[in-house]
């Protein structure tokens, strides 16, 4: 029993820090989620009454006081409801989050073939629209469309999105280098800054990175232009060296800002690279 006492006593020495990393990687993992909706908004107005409350508490505000304790629970109400959307987007993704799967690693190969077809179906100008999940489970968007399970090939990428056949307006899914689905409905973006001249494919793919960590290439119908998609904002008009580098980092690695500083955008540029036209 002698070896049992010393780990309860090691375990008490070591509680305190564990309960504080605990404490923190929820933090961490909660404002990650927040800084990806518009509920940051939400966080800061709560800040805002709770300071208010605050001074109005320390100063002996007893009216201010009464007021907002009395309007409390129809705030709370009220939040539930205006950020509706914001909180189901937070919910969905801890739900849907895959924390022990690990991701299977990019095949150069297979990427160069995708965006060959990319180059290919953008001289032709024929939309093009293909889904790299990462952690979060989309489970529920391969079953809208069509099961495929096919080796990742340019031929066959061609074939899907040249002519105007069942598959050509939906989204294909690739994972685990296999071409998973085709024809798959994403779901639209709800920013209201989206420039008029983005098309359906343009708004699904930002939609589908709000709701997911997925990164999602698109090309315009319009104008050929080859982009990328992930963390909610849109990354237009890339040359096909630099989308291949920045889906080998971003699908390998994770990382949000790998080599994209130089065409990070601000919200008020409707999350489009300044440098870059529609």
């Not at 209201?192 to 343009?202: A, E, L, V, Y």
Request: with cysteine; glycine share 6%.
């Amino acid at each position: 029993m002698e070896w049992l006492q010393k780990l309860l006593v090691m375990y008490e020495a070591i509680r305190p820090v564990l309960d504080v990393t605990i404490l923190a990687l929820l933090l961490y993992m909660g404002y990650g989620l927040l800084v990806k909706t518009q509920a940051v908004q939400m966080i800061k107005g709560a800040g805002f009454l709770a300071l208010v409350y605050g001074l109005a508490t320390l100063l002996r505000l007893t009216t201010l006081v009464w007021i907002l304790r009395a309007l409390a629970p129809g705030l709370l109400i009220a939040v539930a409801i205006v950020f509706q959307p914001e909180l189901r987007k937070i919910i969905l993704r801890l739900g849907q989050s895959e924390f022990f799967r690990p991701n299977a690693k990019p095949n150069l190969g297979h990427l160069e073939a995708i965006i060959t077809a990319a180059e290919i179906l953008s001289q032709k100008r024929r939309g093009v629209l293909v889904v790299f999940p990462r952690k979060i489970n989309i489970k529920n968007i391969i079953d809208t469309g069509t099961k495929l399970n096919a080796e990742i090939s340019s031929s066959l990428i061609v074939a899907i999105f040249e002519f105007d056949g069942p598959l050509h307006d939906g989204a294909m899914i690739v994972q685990n280098e296999r071409i998973v689905a085709a024809g798959c409905f994403l779901p639209l973006s709800e920013q209201q800054d989206i420039k008029k001249s983005f098309g359906t494919r343009h708004r699904a793919s930002l939609g589908m990175s709000e709701q997911s960590d997925a990164v999602i290439l698109i090309v315009s119908e319009e104008t050929g232009a080859i982009s990328l998609a992930f963390d909610g904002k849109l990354y237009y008009d890339l040359s096909p060296i630099e989308a291949t580098r920045k889906l080998m980092d971003l699908l390998e690695h994770g990382k949000r800002k790998i080599g994209i500083e130089e065409t990070r955008t601000d919200t008020d540029d409707t999350r489009i690279a300044p440098d870059q036209r529609p």
